[in-house]
Every structure is written in C-alpha cells, then in structure tokens.
C-alpha cells in the first residue's frame, strides 16, 4: 500500500508538471529534467513490479509470473511503457518524444487513488476515536475536492498559455 501511494504522488507531480512544460513550449523542461527522469524511473520500476506481481481489485496478488505478466499486458502496460520510456531512452533531450507523456493521463485513476490512500492512511490513524475521524475524513474531503479544483485550473490555465504563447497564430480566436 505505501508503493501505490508513493507511485500516486509520483504522478499527481507529473500531472502538473507535464502539462506545464507543453505550455512553455519546453522551456521550463531543463528546469525539471532531473524531476522527469526520476519520476520515469520510479515509473518504470513500477512497470517492472506488475508485470511481477499484479494485484487484484480485491488486493489478491497473483503468484504465478506468466499470470501477472498478462493480466498486466491485458490492461495498462502499454500505456505505461509509452508514459515513462521515450524519457529515459533519450534523457529528456528530444522534446518530441515528450508527447508520449500525455499516455499518463491514460492512468488518470492514480489521480484520485491517492485521495483514497490518503483517506485509509487517516483512517488507521485514527481508527480508535470515531469523533475525531470523521472530522478529519470531512477535512480530506474538503482538501480533494480543493486539490482537483486547483488541478483542472492548472490544466486549463496551461492550455491558455499555450495558445497565448504564440502570437502569430489565432487558433480561430479573434
């Protein structure tokens, strides 16, 4: 559970910084080359991890290797490898293969899987006192729902960046 969490906010970073380098047409990508390598490193670790071991929706983890390879194959490997390879084959130095960064929205339920972590997390936390969990379980709530707000305004706001950017063309807006 704590590796779905972290590989989660692996990608809630990457959900926001991805949207951000294609607004500055790549200009902010030196800034966050290292950032980007390292999230598709632990990314492609993770890749590694279920074609191993896949778990099912009821958390039953499949022991046989041929089993989990093709459960995995089945659903979102694809995605995966084109969301995390390009990047560490070329280093981050060829910004035309950083569209292959967009198939990480494909996985955009490790979005919101991280609330859910989160929630579990202050739940066992404070799984003794009930008063005092379901306030914090209305706090969190209040959090996501602030979180995905800030979120889609930050995806919307780097697409009016990037179609202000370049004043030579209208894009049928005037």
Same mark, same amino acid.
């Given at each position: ?11 809630? &970073?990457?959900?926001?910084? =991805? %949207? ?12 966050? !080359?290292?950032?980007?390598?390292? =999230?598709?490193?632990? &990314? ?17 983890? !499949? ?22 390879? %390009? ?5 981050? +130095? ?9 198939? !990480?929205?494909? !996985? ?18 404070? +799984? ?5 969990? +379901?306030?914090?379980?209305? &706090? ?24 202000? &950017? ?9």
């Amino acid at each position: 559970m704590f590796w779905e969490f972290v590989i989660a906010s692996l990608f809630i &970073i990457s959900y926001w910084l =991805i %949207p951000m380098n294609f607004a500055s047409k790549m200009k902010n990508l030196d800034n966050f !080359r290292a950032t980007e390598l390292t =999230i598709d490193f632990i &990314i492609g670790v993770d890749v590694l991890l279920n074609l191993i071991s896949e778990s099912t929706k009821d958390m039953h983890v !499949r022991k046989y290797l041929t089993e989990a390879a093709f459960a995995y194959l089945r659903t979102y490997l694809v995605v995966d490898v084109l969301s995390f390879l %390009p990047g560490l084959v070329t280093w981050e +130095q060829n910004s035309n293969l950083y569209y292959f960064k967009l198939c !990480r929205f494909l !996985r955009i339920k490790r979005f919101f899987s991280f609330f859910k972590y989160l929630d579990n997390f202050f739940c066992s936390w404070f +799984q003794n006192n009930n008063k005092y969990k +379901q306030i914090v379980l209305k &706090i969190s709530s209040i959090l996501k729902l602030i979180f995905i707000y800030y979120f889609i305004c930050h995806v919307f706001a780097c697409i009016w960046l990037f179609l202000g &950017i370049d004043g030579s063309e209208s894009y049928g807006l005037t």
